[in-house]
Structure formats: structure tokens, C-alpha cells
Nanobody, 122 residues
């Protein structure tokens, strides 16, 4: 397993940008990594994922606005968020799983960070 620590959350106005970073304690090369988010009263939802050497995937609501990137040498996963909307407000979690199939199902993810709050004001 890997331990994940997020940073970079905060308060931003609608239309602004934030960059979230995730540092892993161990190697992530063999993992599918990604980001989830959870708004109050909602279930945790998958946002973006990155397979090593593969094409990143995103939920429809963030396509064209969010970009996930990974650096296996630094054991880091970032999420660049632009054109933020109030509905993007949530706690964002870094995640890692052994496969894409497991990564996009929250119940199958066994590596989570502690979360970082993102608040977008209107």
C-alpha cells in the first residue's frame, strides 16, 4: 500500500484556479492514481484518473477544466483545476488502486489521502 497526502486546497472565487498536489510515500508506478471528491450530503465521486502510460479520464462535469498529471519519479499526482464553479466545492481526495476498474469504484479503492477542502464562492 501507499500513503497519500494532499495539499493545495483553499477558497477561490468562481472562475478561478487551484492546483492540488498529492505526495505518495511509496512508488506509484504500478498504481492507477486519481482524485475523488465529496460534497456535504453527497457520496464520494470519482473526478479524474491516470493510468501509467495511459490517457487520463475525467467525469463529464470537469472535462476541459481539470487536468490530472502524475510524476512517477517524484511519486506525485497533481490536479490542476481551472474555471472553477461553486458546484466544485467539496473535499478532494487523492486515491490509488491496482487497476482502472477498481479506481473508478470508491468501494474498491484501498489507498486514500486525508482530503483537502476546496471551496468555490459565487
Amino acid at each position: 500500500q501507499v500513503q497519500l497526502v494532499e495539499s493545495g486546497g483553499g477558497l477561490v472565487r468562481a472562475g478561478g484556479s487551484l492546483r492540488l498536489s498529492c505526495a505518495a510515500s511509496g512508488g506509484i508506478r504500478t498504481y492507477t492514481v486519481g482524485w475523488y471528491r465529496q460534497a456535504p450530503g453527497n457520496q464520494r465521486e470519482y473526478v479524474a484518473t491516470s493510468l501509467d502510460g495511459g490517457t487520463p479520464t475525467y467525469i463529464d462535469s470537469v472535462k476541459g477544466r481539470f487536468t490530472i498529471s502524475r510524476d512517477n519519479a517524484k511519486n506525485a499526482v497533481d490536479l490542476q483545476m481551472t474555471s472553477l464553479k461553486p458546484e466544485d466545492t467539496a473535499v478532494y481526495y487523492c486515491a490509488a488502486a491496482r487497476s482502472y476498474g477498481n479506481m473508478i469504484r470508491a468501494g474498491n479503492v484501498n489507498n486514500w489521502g486525508q482530503g483537502t477542502q476546496v471551496t468555490v464562492s459565487s
